[in-house]
């Protein structure tokens, strides 16, 4: 196949046009960005590869930086501090959650965390794992790896057919079944990517974060070489495995501070609502599948959660608590947002739901155990009424950490406004409520 479609439509983030060939020599360069609007700022390292995602980005720049043993690369957003504030000493890297892309900090101009921080004079970088937004794979012909497309499709159509037969005329009216077949050409002209699917949560602690950390410090040049970061969901999870780990072989993250944003490394003792949703792994393992396509899933059903009759209505408390997110912005958040996950990163991810939490893939190393013995300070926030990390969550993990590196704070009253798990990005009082909170922290430990 000689070129390699990317389609941008509701359900597709990536860019529209990139050929194998150019994927491959892309890959071959230590690092690349793209430059997106400020034409006149430095280069970065490595040669300005103009490519068509310019309508897709917001950032200032794109940068690309290749993974360690892998055909991945992962993309960078960068937004440029503002010279209207103050100098700050450490770059800002956000990291989102499972299946998310950079959109989750800059949803829109009145919902954007990154230009919020940008504003006040942070380097701010979105960091897109491997498989999210704009990271791009250098794809080859490898003819058992087009089997495994070719079984992987067969699956799929099946499952689709058999959703379509038990569609009733209330859906028909509705538009399902147009919108699945939709879903199913869009994940059918995507689905060579998913062979390729096959990390799981400690590739990203290994290869992806360490590469995109070190990309940053090449870029920014901190005094100290250390960054500022911010994880929301899984993106908090990885911070805090990365401290773990680096607490108990007693070398440095690399990280001057960091914010977890509804984050935790044990989940067992709350009453998350991520229990209930164990029993989909089975199916995916049984149906051989090696990634859920989650964005084409919930674009495929958002008619039904964010418009008349609202037969799916409930599923957007997993999202915002009632009343803090306007519809349009919930339906940008799951039509531009979201992305296919492997099933391996899901089943790492399960073990958090198990006695003593997340484990590393031998199933023998408990992040959680080793917490404690971290350096760095620590800002934990937690919803609320987040019910997919509750603040028991959040707490669980906090209370392991030495009490004068960490602040835990529940954000919520009782008379309202509450926040659900992604509001305190995003809530339409977090800018007011939330990011001066985390602005307070960052400013505290810059100085540092």
């Known amino acids: 196949m000689d070129t390699l479609r990317f389609e941008l439509s509701s359900v597709s983030l990536t860019s529209t046009a990139f050929t194998a060939s150019s994927l491959h020599s892309h890959s071959r360069t230590s690092f690349s960005s793209v430059r ?28 690309y930086v290749p993974v360690p043993n892998s055909d991945w690369r992962a993309a960078l957003w960068r937004y440029l501090p503002s010279s209207k504030g103050p100098k700050r000493k450490h770059p800002l890297l956000l990291l989102s959650g499972i299946a998310t892309n950079a ?190 396509p989650i964005d084409t899933i919930l674009a495929m059903i958002h008619p039904l959660m964010c418009r008349p009759p609202y037969a799916l209505s409930w599923l957007t408390t997993n999202i915002s608590a009632p009343q803090m997110m306007d519809p349009e912005v919930i339906e940008k958040l799951v039509l531009k947002t979201l992305c296919t996950v492997p099933v391996k990163l899901l089943l790492q991810l399960a073990t958090a739901m198990d006695h003593r939490g997340l484990r590393d893939r031998t199933g023998t190393f408990y992040y959680k155990d080793h917490i404690s013995k971290t350096n760095v300070p620590i800002l934990a926030l937690a919803g609320d009424w987040d019910i997919v990390c509750p603040p028991d969550a959040v707490y669980d993990t906090v209370k392991m950490i030495p009490e004068h590196l960490a602040t835990f704070k529940v954000v919520g009253s009782p008379g309202g406004p509450h926040y659900g798990h992604q509001d305190l990005i995003s809530g339409r009082t977090a800018r007011s409520e939330v990011y001066p909170l985390i602005l307070r922290f960052l400013e505290e430990h810059d100085e540092n």
Not at 36 to 63: F, M, Q, W, Y
Not at 109 to 127: K, N
């Open 36 to 63: 997106v609007s400020r034409v006149n700022s430095s280069p970065a390292i490595g040669a300005v590869v103009k490519t068509t995602v310019n309508e897709i980005c917001t950032a200032d720049e794109l940068h």
């Open 103 to 292: 959109f989750t900090y800059d949803l829109s101009p009145e919902f954007s965390f990154a230009r919020f921080m940008s504003g006040l004079g942070f380097d701010t970088w979105i960091l897109e794992l491997r498989g999210a937004g704009l990271s791009s794979l250098n794809l080859d012909k490898d003819l058992d790896k087009q089997q495994i497309v070719s079984d992987l499709l067969e699956n799929f159509i099946n499952v689709s057919e058999r959703i379509e037969n038990a569609l009733d005329g209330g859906f028909k009216i509705l538009g399902m079944q147009d919108r699945l077949s939709k879903s199913v050409v869009d994940f059918k002209e995507r689905l060579e990517l998913i062979p390729h699917y096959n990390w799981d949560f400690d590739n990203y602690l290994e290869e992806d974060i360490p590469s995109a950390m070190e990309y940053v410090r090449s870029q920014t040049k901190p005094k100290d070489g250390k960054l500022l970061a911010i994880g929301h969901s899984m993106g908090g999870i990885l911070l805090y495995a990365l401290l773990s780990r680096c607490g108990l072989k007693g070398t440095d993250s690399g990280l001057a501070s960091v914010t977890t944003l509804a984050a935790t490394l044990d989940y067992s003792c709350s009453g998350t609502l991520l229990k209930y949703l164990l029993p989909v792994k089975d199916p995916a393992q049984a149906m051989n599948l090696s990634a859920l």
